[in-house]
């Protein structure tokens, strides 16, 4: 890379538990050579992804190369945290950069970031990858709602969940369709139909099975997005921002469990309350020494122990609609 080129950036976004920080584990492990770093912005006030990141980012990742930045999406934080993050993160010599947007961010703020002095001249956005989880969409977790429906009056403004997918798949230059493994072929052709009448032209879907892509096909499309946000407009159109008094989040501490399934238990307890969307974080158990890493989701709950000698705070951060059952969700949790 010359001097006077410019960093490429793929921006990630996807929806609470699309799978994105799985791929971004899965493109550093794959990343031959090149020195990659990555932003990681959470919905909450306890981080949790970038340590899942840095658990496999020794090889693609020196320090300093993965930053989290928590509690607000960041297109609402573009000024605050985006850009000084972004200005020493452009001084280091470095290969590409990885955005991995929180769940609830609207990509189009963050690409207009890009064409802010200090910004514009070092680095591009070689392409937004939305990540969209086939099975949330064969359960009726996320909708694609048909265009007659978009034109309905009643519909407008009444599904904060839909109003910020419908934003993430307006902007994406390519998008992958997580746990295809998981969705009936039948389905998943249906799915697949459905998404490209809600894309733009040209823009690719591709199957992904646990993150099992090739670095050639998530980085390299030379979208320049920054150029034609215009051409990206979602429900908000050219707002800057978006309410998120429609989401919040709790942090839970619950005491060191008994065992995994009392841990599963009480996680499908708390993900049964109205209006919780999602789980995550580092849970104790007694007699063992590294943390249960905690990813739940829908009707999924992932368990599996982090690595021996892992620094992480504890804690599992709940997600949801602002009116969730949030005194359920803790109690469910043992906090």
């Not at 969409?137 to 009056?153: F, N, T, V």
Request: proline share 5%; charged share 25%; net charge negative.
């Amino acid at each position: 890379m010359t001097s006077t080129s410019r960093i490429p950036v793929t921006v990630l976004t996807g929806f609470l538990g699309a799978g994105k920080t799985t791929l971004i584990r899965s493109l550093l492990q794959r990343a031959d050579g090149r020195r990659i770093a990555v932003i990681v912005n959470e919905f909450g006030d306890l981080g949790f992804d970038a340590s899942l990141i840095e658990d496999c980012a020794d090889e693609a990742c020196k320090p300093g190369d993965i930053v989290e930045l928590t509690n607000g999406c960041i297109c609402c934080t573009v000024a605050d945290d985006f850009i000084p993050t972004m200005d020493k993160l452009l001084g280091r010599k470095l290969d590409a950069i990885v955005i991995e947007t929180s769940g609830l961010a609207l990509p189009q703020p963050l690409l207009k970031a890009f064409s802010w002095p200090g910004i514009k001249t070092r680095a591009t956005v070689d392409g937004v990858v939305t990540v969209v989880d086939a099975s949330a969409l064969a359960e009726g977790r996320l909708s694609l709602h048909d265009h007659e429906e978009e034109e309905d009056p009643a519909r407008e403004h009444d599904d904060p969940v839909e109003e910020v997918f419908e934003d993430q798949l307006a902007c994406a230059d390519l998008v992958v369709l997580s746990k295809a493994d998981l969705v009936a072929p039948d389905a998943l052709a249906a799915i697949e139909e459905k998404l490209r009448e809600e894309l733009r032209a040209g823009v690719k879907i591709v199957r992904s099975n646990a993150a099992d892509l090739s670095p050639a096909v998530l980085v390299g499309l030379a979208a320049a997005a920054e150029d034609d946000v215009s051409a990206r407009l979602g429900h908000h159109g050219e707002e800057e921002e978006h309410d998120h008094d429609d989401f919040d989040s709790i942090v839970v501490v619950p005491p060191a469990a008994l065992d995994l399934p009392s841990v599963e238990t009480a996680v499908r307890a708390a993900l049964a309350r109205p209006g919780v969307l999602r789980v995550k974080g580092y849970a104790a158990v007694d007699g063992k020494a590294a943390p249960l890493v905690v990813q739940a989701v829908g009707s999924r709950v992932e368990l599996a122990f982090a690595r021996p000698g892992t620094e992480a705070p504890l804690g599992l951060v709940v997600i949801g609609l602002k009116d969730m059952d949030a005194e359920g969700a803790r109690a469910a949790l043992g906090g």
